[in-house]
């Protein structure tokens, strides 16, 4: 066909549509459908994939394999533990021993000292401050006065507002007229009951008479007879009653190492009595472990105070005397703090005296429990725990619900529950009859002295200037380093025994 033939034809078509046709080839088309591909097909990138694909695979061998995961660790702890154990050493109380009180095995002492004192390194003369966080802020839990402040700091002369009690007075054996001659009461040590010439034989109308508050206070308070054993030497007896200012502490049966004071100051030095209170049984054990007494009496700074005819078959109940019964030790001492044979006193006595009593205008500081809060609660736990007789858990408990000792975990908005490893006091009348009935509880029923705080504190209404601490106030006053070893029990000198 021409090209004018065309031509015309495509006029012809023109005219007859009203439109303008284009005529596009095949590989034009082609190149366009491509174009609008590459378009719209946005190209991923390589790694994108890789870590998809990765993750997608991690994934699935977690989904399968997650129990391994969780059992192969915990094995492997429990593995660690075991072989732990397995290494500790417990001390061994041989036949020797029960034929002799006073003999001590250098085999088991050394065996179960190995092993304490692993326990113990870590904790020993550490003098780092003990913090908390208080509304966001980190502070220290104990803030005591700078050294050049406790240099000069003077012991207040006394308080001197009014009190409830200006007098205690002591029962002695020539106070009770049922009680004919000194041996009487050797009888009365039975099973039953734990008192005996020490601690005078306390009736119940007695115990409940002796919390009415009145101006002269008379009351069992221990030392009842000459003859009712705690004897010490008059050497120690002189030095004891010339101390105003005393930090002391026990370990009797031979249970725990002796832990020097540190972080005090040259004024407490020169102001301060450390005394420590021993048996014949732990002056034995510490000169085998190299730590022998002086010519002058004294460890390092701790006086040693070597005690004869311990009273009670129950080495507890024996420390009980030192740590409740300082103002019967020390008549003329104006202030006392108790520290556990188990801790290392690391502060300045007179910095924490003016930081935990005279700063807040108390009489009588003490740690609070820092596991629990009822005394019904803590009773649970010494039964579960071994700690006491069940049956005399319970006689104790029966006599508080008796009383009516309610179930509140606070009382007068401090925890009513104490630790009582620290006790920092002021030895007034008040203060000391306080201490005299709650040693009188632990004689009557169990040794555990949480258990008859909170009883004491109830009936004694008037004792109100407490300051009860917290847990962290006291990791700041002593290092802990737990109690290293069993303490040996005795034979009663009434020839009866007691459960440690």
Same mark, same amino acid.
């Given at each position: ?67 391994? $995961? ?217 000169? $085998? ?147 005299? $009935? ?63």
């Amino acid at each position: 066909m021409s090209s004018s033939s065309m031509f015309s034809n495509n006029n012809n078509n023109n005219n007859n549509n009203n439109s303008m046709s284009i005529s596009v080839s095949d590989d034009e088309s082609d190149e366009l459908g491509r174009m609008r591909v590459r378009v719209r097909r946005k190209r991923k990138k390589p790694g994108y994939r890789l870590k998809n694909e990765f993750t997608r695979r991690v994934y699935r061998k977690l989904v399968r394999y997650w129990t391994l $995961l969780i059992f192969i660790p915990a094995a492997c702890l429990l593995i660690f533990e075991a072989s732990r154990i397995g290494r500790k050493s417990s001390p061994v109380v041989t036949t020797d021993y029960i034929q002799n009180p006073n003999f001590v095995d250098s085999d088991s002492t050394s065996i179960s000292k190995s092993g304490s004192e692993k326990k113990s390194e870590g904790n020993l003369n550490r003098l780092d401050p003990t913090t908390r966080v208080v509304g966001g802020v980190r502070q220290r839990c104990l803030k005591l006065l700078s050294p050049e402040e406790l240099e000069h700091l003077d012991i207040p002369s006394g308080n001197e507002s009014p009190i409830p009690v200006s007098r205690v007075v002591y029962m002695s054996e020539n106070d009770s007229p049922f009680i004919s001659g000194a041996a009487i009461l050797s009888g009365q040590h039975t099973e039953a009951t734990k008192f005996n010439l020490f601690t005078g034989n306390q009736t119940l109308d007695q115990r409940d008479n002796s919390f009415k508050v009145n101006e002269t206070a008379t009351l069992h308070c221990g030392f009842y007879s000459e003859n009712g054993g705690f004897i010490f030497s008059d050497e120690d007896r002189n030095y004891m009653d010339d101390c105003k200012v005393v930090v002391s502490t026990c370990a009797f049966g031979g249970g725990d190492d002796l832990y020097q004071p540190i972080g005090m100051s040259e004024a407490s030095l020169r102001k301060v009595c450390y005394v420590a209170f021993w048996d014949e049984i732990t002056v034995a054990s510490q000169q $085998l472990a190299g730590h022998r007494i002086g010519d002058d009496g004294f460890i390092g700074k701790w006086r040693i105070v070597v005690v004869r005819d311990l009273p009670f078959s129950d080495q507890r109940l024996n420390g009980k005397i030192p740590k409740m019964l300082a103002h019967r030790l020390f008549p003329h001492a104006k202030y006392s703090i108790w520290v556990d044979s188990k801790s290392q006193f690391r502060r300045d006595p007179l910095g924490v005296l003016e930081a935990l009593l005279w700063r807040s205008n108390s009489v009588l500081a003490i740690s609070e429990h820092g596991a629990r809060s009822s005394v019904y609660d803590e009773a649970k736990a010494v039964v579960k725990k071994n700690k006491a007789k069940p049956e005399e858990v319970e006689v104790q408990l029966a006599q508080y619900r008796h009383d009516g000792l309610p179930e509140d975990k606070r009382f007068n908005g401090k925890k009513a529950l104490a630790e009582a490893s620290v006790i920092v006091r002021e030895h007034t009348p008040l203060t000391n009859m306080f201490m005299c $009935l709650w040693f009188n509880e632990v004689v009557r029923f169990t040794s555990r002295d949480q258990l008859s705080f909170p009883y004491v504190l109830w009936r004694l209404k008037v004792l109100k200037n407490i300051n009860m601490f917290p847990v962290c106030t006291r990791k700041d006053l002593v290092n802990s380093m737990g109690h290293l070893r069993k303490a040996k029990p005795l034979i009663s000198r009434f020839g009866d025994t007691e459960m440690l």
